[in-house]
């Protein structure tokens, strides 16, 4: 089973900063946000996060902000599983504000996009999951542009897991769900979760 993570590759301008820091372009991340809003999707998402090179996960990101030429234009925000919630601004893209990351190690990380969705804890069903599974498939679309979009994986269903790395679903730290899966009636019972595509 395979995420749909997007690399550092994709045109993320990494300034060098001092050992505890992180500082970057937030032009390329603008990118992907304005790429959100053209697809007009109401529920999937892209995350991003910092994960580590040696596969250990994420990196823990102490504080984060938004600067143009030294000066704070803009809150990063931290949520407690890992991902990283820049503000939508045009004009800190017009101005080439940098994201500035307090993090651990910061040689260790490497930036990771994800196609994702955020449920809070309580019931949903298979229906609401199918409507995420589609609108996944739309901005995998919208991301690859044309002709890529005619070339994206197939979408197999979705995968669950806890935002709380300590809870689980049905005794599973991640649950899949294909097609076959979602096509019926069923119902779950979830703590707060992360819904991504399952290619």
Not at 12 to 41: C, E, M, Q, R, W
Not at 166 to 194: K, N
Request: with cysteine; glycine share 10%.
């Amino acid at each position: 089973m395979k995420s749909v993570l997007f690399g550092a590759a994709l045109a993320l301008l990494i300034v060098p900063a001092h050992a505890a820091s992180l500082n970057l372009g937030y032009s390329g991340f603008y990118k992907h946000l304005d790429t959100v809003a053209d697809a007009g999707v109401e529920h999937a998402t892209l995350g991003f996060y910092l994960s580590r090179n040696d596969t250990a996960g994420w990196c823990h990101i102490e504080s984060g902000r938004v600067e143009v030429a030294g000066e704070h234009r803009g809150d990063v925000t931290v949520l407690p599983h890992g991902e990283f919630v820049l503000p939508f601004d045009k004009q800190l893209d017009l101005d080439k504000a940098v994201v500035r990351l307090d993090v651990e190690q910061p040689e260790r990380c490497e930036i990771s996009i994800q196609i994702q969705a955020l449920l809070p804890a309580g019931e949903t069903n298979a229906g609401q999951l199918r409507g995420i599974r589609d609108e996944m498939k739309t901005l995998l679309k919208e991301m690859a542009g044309w002709p890529g979009r005619y070339f994206v994986p197939e979408i197999k269903g979705v995968q669950l897991q806890p935002l709380n790395a300590q809870e689980r679903i049905q005794g599973l730290p991640r649950l899949a769900l294909d097609d076959a899966a979602l096509a019926g009636g069923g119902q779950w019972s979830l703590p707060a979760t992360r819904v991504t595509p399952w290619l």
